[in-house]
């Protein structure tokens, strides 16, 4: 038995599990795999596309966005605050 029949116990008598995992096996069986060439050809393109790339992403105007994040959170934590003071744009 799989993992699939010890997660679906519960739910299914092993009858219908065993048949499931039939039908998994099957399916596994029968999945095309892609040519030699083409897989051989895609990992040299990821293992050059890996090499080019930088260790660490960092955007381009890192401080710009920090700036704009803390000014929006600012600006949402004092409408918030006038709200329950019942003085913002949401209070009754």
Same mark, same amino acid.
């Given at each position: 038995?799989?993992?699939?029949?010890?997660? =679906?116990? +519960? &739910?299914?008598?092993?009858?219908?599990?065993?048949?499931?995992?039939? =039908?998994?096996? #099957?399916?596994?069986? $029968? #999945? +095309?795999? +892609?040519?030699? $060439?083409?897989?051989?050809?895609? #990992?040299?393109? =990821?293992?050059? !596309?890996? /090499?080019? #790339? +930088?260790?660490?992403?960092? @955007?381009? /105007? =890192?401080?710009?966005?920090?700036?704009? &994040?803390? $000014?929006?959170? /600012? !600006? !949402?934590?004092?409408?918030?605050?006038? $709200? !329950?003071?019942?003085?913002? @744009?949401?209070?009754?």
């Amino acid at each position: 038995m799989s993992d699939l029949f010890h997660e =679906l116990r +519960p &739910y299914l008598d092993r009858a219908e599990a065993e048949g499931l995992d039939e =039908l998994a096996d #099957r399916l596994e069986r $029968g #999945r +095309p795999v +892609p040519r030699a $060439g083409f897989r051989a050809e895609l #990992r040299a393109q =990821l293992t050059e !596309l890996h /090499s080019k #790339r +930088p260790v660490a992403w960092r @955007p381009k /105007s =890192l401080r710009r966005l920090v700036a704009a &994040y803390s $000014g929006a959170g /600012s !600006l !949402l934590l004092a409408i918030a605050g006038l $709200g !329950l003071t019942g003085a913002g @744009p949401l209070g009754f």
